[in-house]
Antibody
């Protein structure tokens, strides 16, 4: 059973960089797209971007100037950096696996989510 | 970006009711439409992928239909554990986008 676990600071100061890591267990990180998705309290889901294990990335244009993703296949981990954060970046951050199967592309495994608060 | 619009935003229903949630895409997305269920404090869980395929382990009372721009999630007989928020999501193009959610509450 594939499991994903987010880790990183729960509190980040305004203007600083939010850094999170997602560790994948129970399966290989290779040959999949891995995404970051966030959800402000009481609101909907926003896709931040994704990385393929070959290093290819796609970012949401709304965040593209501030987002960098990376992958470490030797550790079965991928990471998110979001620079110049403000209070608007306060949210629960999820990592998720996107699989292409059955004629579709879907997020079939998710981490439990980690709350990141931006505050001084 | 492809905009996803769900309706209604919320609904009240009783156990045993049939529930229908709709999702409309701002352009054709073929069948690249997924449905997720989210309970408070939990991550979303995949229910339906490719518009109508039931994810493994998901009860058969859930079903999906539609193509191009108009999609539907049906729950044939609402159970107590189905009270949650439901999201549609398109995987036709990036950025991936979600509907705003439909909260299903107890009547």
């Amino acid at each position: 059973q594939v499991q994903l676990q987010e880790s990183g600071p729960g509190l980040v100061k305004p203007s600083e960089t939010l850094s999170l890591t997602c560790t994948v267990s129970g399966g290989s990180i290779t040959t999949y797209f891995w995404s970051w998705i966030r959800q402000p309290a009481g609101k909907g889901l926003e896709w931040i971007g994704r990385i393929y294990t070959g290093g290819t990335t796609n970012y949401n244009p709304s965040l593209k100037s501030r987002v960098t993703m990376s992958v470490d296949t030797s550790k079965n981990q991928f990471s998110l950096n979001l620079t110049s954060v403000t209070a608007a970046d306060t949210a629960v951050y999820y990592c998720a696996r996107e699989v292409a199967a059955g004629g579709g592309r879907q997020f079939d495994y998710w981490g439990q989510g980690t709350l990141v608060t931006v505050s001084s | 970006d492809i905009q996803m619009t769900q309706s209604p935003s919320s609904l009240s229903a009783s156990v045993g009711d049939r529930v229908t949630i709709t999702c409309r895409a701002s352009q054709s997305i073929s069948s690249y439409l997924n449905w997720y269920q989210q309970k408070p404090g939990k991550a979303p869980e995949l229910l339906i992928y490719a518009a109508s395929s039931l994810q493994s382990g998901v009860p058969s009372r859930f079903s999906g239909s539609g193509s191009a721009t108009d999609f539907t999630l049906n729950i044939s007989s609402l159970q107590p554990e189905d009270f949650a928020t439901y999201y549609c999501q398109q995987s036709y193009s990036t950025p991936r986008t979600f509907g705003q959610g439909t909260k299903v509450e107890i009547k």
